[in-house]
Each structure stands twice: as C-alpha cells, then as structure tokens.
Nanobody, 115 residues
Framework: QMQLVESGGGLVQPGGSLSPSCAASGSIFSRYAMGWYRQAPGKQRELVAVILVSGATTYADSVKGRFTISRDNANNTVYLQMDSLKPEDTAVYYC?????????WGQGTQVTVSS
C-alpha cells in the first residue's frame, strides 16, 4: 500500500505561481510512475502531467510551457511547479502513483486562481 499526501495548494492571482508537492510513503516510490491530475467543479478529472520511472515527462497541452513536474526519489516526493497561472487552472489537484498493477491516489489539494 502507498499513501500519498498533497500539500502546497492555495489562492493565487492570475499570472502567479504555486508549487504543490506530494509526499509518498508505504511503498518503494522509485518503482512508480507519478502523475498530477485535476478536477474542476462540474468537470471530469483530467491529466495534468506525468513523470515516469525513467524521468520522462508528459504534459497536457493546456499546461505545456507553464507547468513542470519533477520527482525526488531520495525524499519520496513529486512536485508540480505551476507558473503563469490562469483562472481556468482552478481545480482540486490530485497526485497519482501507478504501475501496471497498482494505482494510488492522494486526497487532493485545492488550487484557486483569482483576482
């Protein structure tokens, strides 16, 4: 079993930055691909970014060039650096850990972009 705890969300003005993180415990972090997803009110949960065990990354088109996902295997943590934030980035952001057999989700952290 893996436990995931997100932190670092909050309220920011348009054009600002936030850097939520997700701390993992209970399993071997380096064996899992890690992802950030988000869900806005009334919308389906969507992929934001993924970082594989190899370090390769994938981003949703809507965040390319603005968001950066990274991982620290020594500290069992994945980060999402979010720059140039827009009101449409407002959502609950969830951390996901997955392999071919297992999937784990965190509880989410709220990100609100508003003036």
């Amino acid at each position: 079993q893996m436990q995931l705890v997100e932190s670092g969300g909050g309220l920011v003005q348009p054009g600002g930055s936030l850097s939520p993180s997700c701390a993992a415990s209970g399993s071997i972090f380096s064996r899992y691909a890690m992802g950030w997803y988000r869900q806005a009110p009334g919308k389906q949960r969507e992929l934001v970014a993924v970082i594989l065990v190899s370090g390769a990354t994938t981003y949703a088109d809507s965040v390319k060039g603005r968001f950066t996902i990274s991982r620290d295997n020594a500290n069992n943590t994945v980060y999402l650096q979010m720059d140039s934030l827009k009101p449409e980035d407002t959502a609950v952001y969830y951390c996901k850990a997955f392999t071919g057999a297992d999937v784990y989700w965190g509880q989410g952290t709220q990100v609100t972009v508003s003036s």
